[in-house]
């Protein structure tokens, strides 16, 4: 009342479950400025937790399958897969079943380590939709074209180079080229803006 305007108590515990929670409530006034009454509500307050801690919690979900659609033309993705890029999607799909195949192997040293999580990035970078999208639009395609092949091929020199030999055999020299070629941003050669981990990637 005399505060005449919303108002939040601090946190407390409820008496009705015992939680913790807030209330706010706000005076309301007649015409003549009399006080009518006051609203009040209660709301419990939040926790902020890890996704897998909740399901931990709530072992019992609804499933559910979201309808497929798109903020792109008409709702769905032939934006993104038409007569112009339909051809980038069988490279991107083998792609990423070899980076399956990469995720599945322990790293035996550090270099090892670099060179899966680079693979990792290449196909990331592949996939983005950017290049699909302007393919699409018509503007910049031969760039577009070549940040889609070029990601695709040292991600296939690198699979190649691992796959040839019992143990990974490309030499530090071998992969600064690799990072160094195209666009692949990094601050140093041992921190990347782009951070992966091949193991979580696939």
């Known amino acids: 009342k005399a505060s005449k305007t919303l108002i939040w108590s601090p946190i407390y515990v409820f008496a009705q479950p015992s939680v913790l929670g807030i209330t706010s409530a706000i005076p309301i006034y007649r015409t003549t400025g009399e006080l009518q009454g006051v609203m009040a509500i209660d709301q419990s307050t939040y926790e902020t937790i890890h996704l897998a801690e909740y399901l931990q919690r709530e072992p019992t979900q609804q499933v559910s399958c979201p309808a497929q659609s798109s903020w792109g033309f008409k709702g769905f993705h032939e934006f993104w897969l038409n007569e112009t890029n339909a051809w980038i999607y069988p490279h991107l799909h083998k792609t990423a079943e070899r ?6 192997r322990e790293a035996k040293d550090e270099l090892e380590k670099k060179a899966l999580n680079q693979a990792a990035r290449e196909l990331l970078l592949a996939q ?36 040839q030999s019992n143990r990974y055999s490309v030499s530090h020299h071998k992969l600064d080229r690799f990072l160094c070629l195209g666009l692949v941003y990094y601050k140093d050669k041992d921190t990347y803006s782009l951070a992966v981990d091949a193991a979580t990637t696939a």
């Not at 983005?128 to 577009?144: K, L, P």
């Open 99 to 104: 980076m399956i195949e990469l995720s599945c």
């Open 128 to 163: 983005s939709s950017d290049w699909a999208f302007i393919m699409r639009t018509g503007t910049m395609v031969s760039y577009a074209t070549r940040r889609t092949k070029s990601h695709l091929m040292r991600f296939n020199k690198l699979y190649q180079e691992h796959c």
